[in-house]
């Protein structure tokens, strides 16, 4: 089964201050690959440069797919690419859905978002009125022309409650997260310095009942590789076998053995890379995996995950 899709941008429309939606369709009109809320997809943007967006339209629309993008001051490509270079009528090429943050089930929830940490949760809200579950959304962000999809988000009444700085200050999370509720889940994204905050204020909560997805690696420092050990990589299927040494990724000496991993950001936060660990002990330094998961041992994050034993052996 092929990856990818090639698909075309059907429409641009500007959802807030700075945030453009994009709608993407097959050209021929055929149906889309299903997805679930919390999915999201890789936009190929040309000259190797690839970007994640979360699916922050309906899921039972099969003729589109619809994403939202920031224009950021301190972008790497992506933004800008989207907003100065996008246009309708223009074929892209996009990754078939993913989802690292899915919507559990649970009879109440509590949604988060900041800034355009809006889009994953714009589904989740829509399924979890659908399901019958109680719920609530806190969603805030510098101004009050900076939040997007107010006009959707209307039609949930007073389930959505709309913070900006410039008029009612910063989200209440020692609030919001002070109280356990174990028949909870929540559900957060956003900037880093507000997802660190719902991690401090959620701590008493019962084991990954806060779940959050980031845009960009937990820890942004270089990773200390003075005390790194070299690797021995074994894989499974293909046979290669290689050595990945001090500061080098598992990824990156796959790479240069011949092999051809699947990957995307090379940050541990989209999960494109995840493999199966048949041997070993993987020293896990992603942004995807639960507790559970990283304690289950059976996959890691290639990317920037490296091992505590001497040999990892991967079903690849």
């Known amino acids: 089964m092929n990856d990818t899709l090639d698909l075309i941008v059907r429409q641009l429309r500007w959802e807030a201050q700075d945030i453009v939606s994009v709608r993407l369709e097959d050209a021929e009109g055929a149906a889309l690959p299903d997805w679930t809320p919390g999915s999201h997809i890789d936009l190929h943007l040309g000259g190797g440069l690839i970007r994640q967006y979360s699916l922050c339209g309906d899921p039972a629309d099969k003729t589109a797919y619809r994403i939202a993008v920031l224009r950021d001051p301190g972008t790497r490509g992506g933004s800008r690419y989207v907003h100065e270079s996008l246009r309708p009528g223009q074929n892209i090429s996009i990754s078939r859905p993913r989802n690292n943050f899915d919507l559990l089930d649970a009879p109440n929830y509590l949604f988060l978002a900041g800034g355009i940490g809006i889009t994953p949760i714009l589904a989740m809200i829509g399924e979890a009125q659908r399901r019958g579950a109680e719920w609530e959304l806190h969603y805030g962000g510098r101004t009050r022309a900076g939040l997007a999809f107010l006009d959707e988000l209307g039609a949930f009444g007073d389930r959505v409650h709309l913070v900006s700085e410039d008029r009612e200050g910063r989200l209440d999370l020692p609030g919001l997260l002070g109280a356990v509720h174990p028949d909870t889940l929540v559900y957060s994204c956003g900037p880093e310095g507000m ?122």
């Open 195 to 316: 997802l660190a905050a719902v991690e401090q204020h959620g701590r008493a909560w019962p084991a990954e009942s806060v779940r959050l997805e980031r845009f960009t690696p937990k820890s942004t420092t270089a990773q200390d590789v003075s005390d790194e050990r070299a690797v021995r990589v074994l894989c499974h299927r293909s046979g290669i076998e290689t050595v990945a040494a001090p500061g080098v990724s598992i990824l990156d000496a796959l790479e240069r053995a011949g092999l051809d991993p699947p990957y995307s950001c090379r940050e541990g936060i989209c999960g494109s890379c995840e493999s199966v660990v048949l041997q070993g002990v993987a020293d896990h330094r992603d942004d995807v995996l639960s507790g559970t998961e990283r304690e289950s041992g059976k996959t890691m994050m290639i990317c920037v995950s490296r091992a505590l034993s001497d040999e990892l052996v991967l079903d690849l």
